[in-house]
């Protein structure tokens, strides 16, 4: 939700004349597809890192416009509320070394950032939910000050027509029963608490969709095996639990609307695709603006001239549809390109164990790109929904389905089966093999422990419960823990439980 928009940008707009500028893009980017309008270039990766800001006392910091004062640097960007920040790191060609500088640039740049932000009375926290949210923290007046956010908030609930319920059912923590949270919010101030990690990969337009299809058969071991999300206000729910509470917290349908099959603007998904305009095409298709705004580009023009074109109002629709695997058009130094947005992860726990999800992610992405016979040619796509909602639901716990090796556990199909092939894509890509060993060897000893951060903390808390405290003492004592690992750098499946 990068872009900016003005803050009246709603009114007096005309949305016929929007959806026509939408879908004049869409033409425009029909016509480079099809005419070579793409400068070849090697695959490179980037990654964005959302993170949360927490006070001396564990609780959320309200402070990200002041704590983006102390940094003055354009890498870091406010997020949807004011306890979260944006870290945008450059994008880099995927070989050699470069996933090893990847996570020393990492290091340094959020040691340095978690000093400055002590200056204001704050620090900063790798997790996928930060376990001491609550219903307070929720309230519309803390989200972050953009005009954006604010716009989608009101576009959202004009949409719906009514408050929302976060509804979850939960996995039960060892030695207790499962919980229910059953929660009405009036703001999209919930979707806050979805802090993630998004892995861009530049591909050219040729081989979009096999990595975008081979993505989407990750997703389901991705967040199994890397799920850090285990509790929301309070409660014990999924072991990612970002991945209901984020189609929850954005919906724009009230039942009555679901009941008729209308998609949600969470979305895995319904097919494997042929090309990313299938991608586009659909968002046109399927969902209305929420962000109105258009701009003076003509496509066309942009294109008669020799000039690639912005795609201003396709790439801000683009924006308000969270796909779990998102088609991206973008620009940089007048050159256009395309990318793969994988956006099923977490943040943290630690710097190496969010290194390592990047590299086996793009190891076996680029593994199953290029397969002779690709893995979704025998899969179905509602399996690897199915998938996705199992790992994240489950995490080790989890049956996945996986072709010709039928349901098993997500530990047991990364090292018998994507584990070799994440090693053979990092290979192909000219990933030196010091570099390939270090990351892939996080993730092996993970799935052989079968530790992730999620269940780390879900025991964590159950220790800490069993010796009388309740359950906000324990998440603060676990917290204050997880944060001591997290900077130690030590990764989550050496990370022993509280005795």
């Not at 919930?190 to 990969?201: D, W």
């Amino acid at each position: 939700m990068g872009s900016t928009v003005s803050a009246v940008s709603l009114r007096n707009r005309d949305r016929q004349r929007y959806r026509e500028k939408v879908q004049r893009c869409l033409d425009a980017l029909a016509t480079m597809l099809s005419g070579g309008g793409f400068t070849d270039a090697p695959p490179s990766m980037g990654l964005e890192i959302e993170l949360n800001l927490v006070d001396e006392n564990l609780q959320p910091a309200m402070a990200n416009s002041v704590v983006l004062e102390k940094l003055d640097d354009p890498a870091f960007t406010i997020e949807l509320a004011q306890h979260n920040l944006e870290f945008n790191v450059r994008p880099r060609p995927l070989r050699d070394n470069q996933v090893f500088d990847l996570e020393l640039e990492l290091t340094e740049a959020l040691a340095d950032a978690n000093l400055k932000a002590r200056d204001a009375g704050a620090s900063i926290v790798l997790t996928g939910m930060l376990p001491t949210l609550r219903e307070k923290h929720f309230d519309p007046r803390w989200l972050s000050d953009s005009p954006r956010y604010a716009l989608l908030n009101d576009q959202i609930f004009a949409a719906r027509g009514e408050d929302m319920v976060l509804n979850m059912e939960g996995t039960a923590i060892p030695g207790q029963r499962g919980e229910r949270l059953r929660q009405a919010v009036d703001s999209i101030v919930p979707e806050s608490a979805c802090t993630s990690t998004q892995l861009h990969l530049r591909v050219a337009p040729e081989q979009f969709a096999a990595h975008w299809n081979a993505a989407q058969c990750l997703a389901g071991v991705q967040v199994a095996i890397a799920a850090n999300s285990p509790f929301l206000l309070g409660k014990a729910l999924w072991h990612e639990t970002r991945i209901p509470l984020f189609l929850q917290s954005t919906d724009t349908r009230p039942e009555e609307l679901k009941n008729q099959g209308v998609r949600p603007r969470v979305w895995f998904g319904e097919r494997w695709i042929t090309s990313i305009f299938d991608l586009f095409e659909e968002n046109v298709r399927y969902f209305p603006g929420l962000l109105p705004e258009i701009d003076d580009e003509d496509p066309f023009e942009a294109l008669s001239s020799g000039r690639a074109p912005q795609l201003s109002e396709l790439r801000l629709h683009n924006g308000t549809i969270w796909r779990w695997n998102r088609p991206v058009y973008d620009v940089h130094e007048g050159e256009p390109h395309l990318r793969v947005e994988n956006r099923v992860l977490p943040a943290g726990p630690t710097v190496l164990d969010l290194v390592a999800n990047a590299a086996f992610f793009y190891g076996a992405q680029r593994a199953l790109a290029v397969a002779d016979r690709p893995v979704w040619t025998k899969m179905s796509f509602e399996a690897a929904h199915e998938n996705l909602h199992a790992g994240a639901r489950h995490a080790f716990g989890a049956r996945l389905y996986w072709p010709e090796l039928g349901w098993l556990a997500p530990d047991e199909l990364v090292l018998r089966h994507l584990l070799p092939l994440a090693h053979e894509g990092l290979r192909e890509c000219g990933v030196a093999d010091a570099t390939r060993e270090r990351y892939l060897g996080v993730i092996e000893e993970r799935c052989l422990v079968r530790q992730t951060g999620s269940s780390w903390q879900r025991d964590t808390v159950a220790q800490l419960e069993s010796r009388g405290l309740d359950r906000d003492a324990a998440l603060v004592a676990m917290l204050r823990r997880y944060v001591e690992l997290m900077q130690s750098g030590d990764p989550v499946h050496t990370w022993p439980v509280i005795p």
